[in-house]
C-alpha cells in the first residue's frame, strides 16, 4: 500500500478545501493532510506519493507558504517518490492561470521525482499558462472563482486517474 501526503498553500481556503476533497477521494487520512505553511522540507519523507498544491497569486506565482517549502525541497532527492500538482487559479487571469503549478514543476522536476496527475485542459478557457510544460499540463487546474460549478468532476476524473497511476 502506497503512503499518500498531501501538502497544500491556501491564502484564503480555496485550496485548502480541494485538497480535503482530493483526501476524501483518494482515501487519505486527514493526519496526512499538511498545510506548507506549518510543514518542513523533511515530512515528504514518509510519503511515496506526494499531491501538492497551491493556488496562484501575483502574476502567475506560488502561494506565499510554498517559497520556503520548494526552497528546501528542490535541494533534497526525492526519486522513487511519485507527485502529482493541483491548484486554483483565476482562467480569466488569461496568461497566469494556474501558473504556480509550472513553477512547482520546473523546479522540482531536477529532484527525481516522477510527475504524475497531467492533465487534460479541454473545456477550459485560458490563453496560455506556465502549467504547460514539456508539453503537458502537469496538473489540476481547478477554477473555483469562475467554474467552481465544474470543481467536483474535475476532482473526480482526476483522482480516478491517479488512483490507476499509483496502483
Ligand atoms: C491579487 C490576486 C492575484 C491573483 N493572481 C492569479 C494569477 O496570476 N493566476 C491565477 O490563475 N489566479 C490568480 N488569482 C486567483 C486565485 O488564485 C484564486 O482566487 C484562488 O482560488 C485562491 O486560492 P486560495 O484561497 O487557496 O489561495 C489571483 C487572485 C488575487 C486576489
Known sequence: MKKIGIFYGSSTGMTAEVAEE????MGVDTADIHNVADSAPSDVEPYDVLIFGSSTWGSGELQDDWF???DGLEATDLSGKKIALFGCGDESMSDTFCGALGELYTRLLPTGAKFIGHFNADGYDFESTEAFQDGIYVGLMLDNVNKEDLTAERIKA???QLKKEIA
Open 22 to 25: 482530493i483526501a476524501k477521494a
Open 68 to 70: 520556503d517549502m520548494v
Open 158 to 160: 482526476w483522482t480516478d
